[in-house]
């Protein structure tokens, strides 16, 4: 473990990584398709929602087909980075904030706006990382929409 790999800034090619993840999430959310948000998860992930405790790709995907199914169906999603921190040199920490809403909404709600917390690890893909764990937490306010995500 490289302990100092935390006081040194983000590369901008992790960052620029990152960002694909949050974007292919954000595409795949918004056309409720559960399969390809899921990829970017590692097969053994862990996620911590309010209520729900997933474990491993396969279990995240199912929950997500539900929920776009069900409470999720026809929504759009948020997810705006915050900070990026190393904790190692092949672990990053993402934290965002964000959250689910509907198409022409200004806004994400305060029933569905969350920060969430990422836990990248790098690997031997074409990205270089894979999402290892996610949490994420209400907000308990509403969270304004960038204008690259009104519709």
């Not at 998860?41 to 729900?52: F, K, M, N, V």
């Not at 920490?93 to 959250?99: A, E, F």
Request: aromatic share 10%; net charge negative; proline share 6%.
């Amino acid at each position: 473990m490289t302990i100092s790999a935390a006081s040194r800034p983000v590369s901008a090619d992790d960052q620029a990584s990152v960002l694909r993840f949050i974007q292919k999430i954000t595409d795949s959310w918004n056309a409720n398709e559960a399969e390809p948000l899921c990829e970017v998860y590692a097969d053994d992930a862990s996620i911590l929602l309010p209520g729900a405790i997933l474990k491993g790709r396969p279990t995240i995907t199912e929950w997500m087909a539900a929920a776009f199914a069900g409470k999720w169906k026809g929504t759009h999603v948020l997810g705006h980075p915050l900070e990026y921190r190393y904790i190692t040199d092949d672990v990053l920490l993402v934290v965002t904030h964000g959250g689910a809403y509907r198409p022409g909404a200004t806004e994400v709600p305060v029933e569905h706006a969350i920060r969430g917390m990422w836990l990248f690890i790098r690997d031997d893909s074409e990205v270089g990382w894979t999402i290892t764990a996610y949490a994420n937490t209400p907000v308990f306010g509403t969270i304004e929409l960038p204008e690259t995500h009104l519709q």
